[in-house]
């Protein structure tokens, strides 16, 4: 998933450009690995990195929020006003958790939008009972560990 080069590092910083992310996944051995792309956020995604929404994309895309991060708001500026900002552009403090939260949905967006069949994540998110029957429902096909994936595609 293309999304995945916008998701903070494990030193808490963001990729500068997509090439840092294509370099990482070269190192691994990824490097032909199919990219899905996104929606298009300003400030998420990278240039040509990811699509135009239309308002069905749009609706699938809050449909997952929904289900994933209901105590999160959808959108940035909500977000911001729901936790006392009152310069979203400024305030990088709370920024992480929302743009997590908005990475995790795309990532589950590209998904279904491509149609995946198997979506391996480790993320006990995506694993909720509840989370994964109504994502299942929206197509999401299978959500497995990776080990598990591994285990049904033998």
């Not at 940035?76 to 936790?83: E, G, M, N």
């Not at 305030?91 to 958790?97: S, T, V």
């Not at 590209?110 to 995506?126: E, K, L, P, S």
Request: net charge negative; charged share 20%.
């Amino acid at each position: 998933m293309a999304i995945s080069a916008s998701e903070r590092r494990p030193d808490g910083t963001y990729a500068n450009n997509f090439q840092d992310f294509t370099s990482k996944l070269r190192n691994v051995g990824l490097q032909d690995a199919e990219l899905l792309k996104p929606i298009g956020y300003w400030g998420v995604s990278y240039w040509n990195q990811a699509i135009y929404s239309t308002p069905q994309a749009l609706q699938l895309e809050e449909q997952i929020h929904n289900i994933l991060f209901p105590n999160i708001e959808y959108r940035y500026t909500d977000y911001c006003l729901a936790h006392g900002v009152d310069n979203p552009s400024k305030d990088l403090d709370i920024y992480p958790r929302w743009r997590n939260a908005k990475c995790d949905v795309l990532c589950m967006w590209a998904h279904i939008h491509y149609g995946g069949d198997v979506f391996a994540t480790r993320d006990g998110n995506f694993h909720k009972a509840t989370k994964k029957a109504a994502l299942e429902a929206l197509c999401a096909g299978r959500i497995l560990t990776p080990s598990g994936s591994v285990d049904y595609l033998n």
